[in-house]
């Protein structure tokens, strides 16, 4: 009878270790499958670092319309403070795709070339602009001659300020320009610090309404137009062609509620980007959005390129070749006539 308990409990203990071997093996399955699907997950997401501008505004109505949904993209937005920022977090892996004016691209150029702009969803000829005080006897551009004015040095905002001197037959040499923080903007001219900045929007807003007749808008030839662009590294292009298809089509459809509901897009931009509405309202009229590749974005990198060799602000000789910038393959599938590239 002991014999046969022994027995037993020795086939018992068997079938028990057996059941945990095999339990074991099972959960290992499982916690692989799992980490599987996390991995293939995250990789599924398609990360946009997005400068925190109303510039942005087709990726914030693409995302909060459900315009990437619809095509199967599950995007996540990943606010940042300035285009160059957003760039960068594109380099350094935290982000696939980010938002940026052309001048972020230009500077950049001088550093790397793996990575390029897939296509252009907002322009703007007067989002940088000229506030002067009232007192300065400032009324137009030949009268910044001899005048102290801020500018946010070796940006765009710069690049215009050089530029519309020069259209306008006046050396900057004959201007003293200094550095300018944008959200010093209204401290400086109340203080008399500097009798006129160029700075972009908001700021040039925000500090003529809080500094009211104390300062004026000085009118000038909008010869600078500024873009406004998605871009991504060369290696996400080349493995995510389809999603960059899909991400272009979201934003023309974006576009064109944008264009339909210009009241419903102002308050939803407004409450994304924590802006008070009439912030919003009040430079919306500056904005012209629109998906291309346009001719001109190459003729405005090259300038500006040449602008910051000549000042010194990038250590080169020659310009890059711009076309090697351009990924027009997405745009080329999903609306081949916003091309004008050639």
């Not at 990360?47 to 505004?57: D, Q, V, Y």
Request: glycine share 4%; charged share 25%; hydrophobic share 40%.
């Amino acid at each position: 009878m002991n014999r046969d308990i022994q027995e037993v409990i020795v086939r018992t203990s068997v079938i028990s270790n057996s059941i945990r071997y095999w339990l074991s093996i099972f959960g290992c399955i499982l916690i692989a499958a799992g980490s599987s699907n996390v991995e293939a997950k995250d990789k599924d997401v398609v990360r946009i670092a997005m400068s925190t501008t109303p510039l942005s505004s087709p990726f914030i109505i693409a995302h909060e319309k459900g315009y990437f949904k619809e095509l199967g993209l599950n995007v996540e937005i990943r606010q940042t403070k300035g285009g160059n920022l957003a760039l960068k977090s594109v380099f350094a892996g935290k982000a696939d795709i980010a938002t940026s004016s052309e001048a972020v691209v230009m500077f950049n150029s001088f550093k790397r070339d793996d990575f390029s702009i897939f296509c252009t969803f907002v322009t703007s000829d007067n989002d940088v602009k000229i506030l002067a005080r009232r007192d300065s006897g400032i009324n137009n551009i030949n009268d910044l001659k001899g005048k102290k004015v801020g500018t946010i040095l070796g940006t765009s905002a710069h690049f215009f300020l050089n530029h519309t001197l020069l259209m306008n037959g006046v050396s900057e040499n004959d201007v003293h320009i200094s550095k300018l923080k944008p959200q010093e903007s209204k401290k400086v001219l109340e203080e008399k610090l500097l009798d006129a900045i160029v700075t972009w929007e908001p700021y040039a807003y925000l500090a003529q309404k809080q500094l009211g007749d104390k300062v004026k808008i000085v009118e000038h030839d909008r010869v600078y137009v500024e873009t406004f662009n998605a871009i991504t590294t060369r290696e996400y292009a080349n493995k995510n062609e389809k999603k960059l298809v899909k991400i272009t089509q979201a934003l023309m459809k974006a576009v064109q509620f944008i264009k339909d509901k210009p009241e419903t897009t102002q308050k939803i931009v407004a409450k994304v980007l924590g802006k008070e509405l009439h912030v919003i309202r009040n430079t919306w009229s500056d904005f012209l959005f629109s998906i291309g590749l346009n001719q001109w974005l190459l003729t405005s990198m090259e300038t500006e390129a040449r602008w910051a060799i000549n000042h010194g602000f990038v250590k080169a000789k020659k310009t890059p070749n711009y076309m090697n910038f351009i990924n027009r393959a997405p745009l080329n599938i999903s609306a081949p006539d916003k091309i004008t590239i050639y």
